[in-house]
């Protein structure tokens, strides 16, 4: 049998002034949204260790690699010297 009851998504936020910008709820929020200075970036392990290697395929191809490494403002040789690991 069909249910008739209408339901309505949760976190509707019907106020429209309310509704302009809504923060999610986010770990190390004050990362992502403002940022780090590259040299606190860089000597940063935890962040060092993501910069380092792509672990989550088999490779990635190199064009890829530079793209996202200028994105994130530092180079293959900013990474050595933070001792960032590199599995290939």
Do not use: H, W
């Not at 008739?4 to 190390?28: H, M, Q, Y």
Request: hydrophobic share 45%; net charge positive; glycine share 6%.
């Amino acid at each position: 049998m069909k249910s008739t009851a209408s339901f309505e998504p949760k976190g509707l936020i019907r106020d429209p002034a309310r509704n302009k910008a809504v923060a999610l709820p986010c770990a190390n929020r004050d990362f992502y949204v403002k940022g780090r200075a590259r040299a606190d970036m860089l000597a940063n392990r935890a962040v060092t260790s993501q910069l380092g290697d792509y672990i989550f395929q088999a490779g990635q191809p190199k064009a890829v690699r530079e793209a996202y490494l200028a994105a994130m403002g530092v180079t293959e040789r900013d990474l050595a010297r933070a001792g960032a690991v590199r599995n290939f």
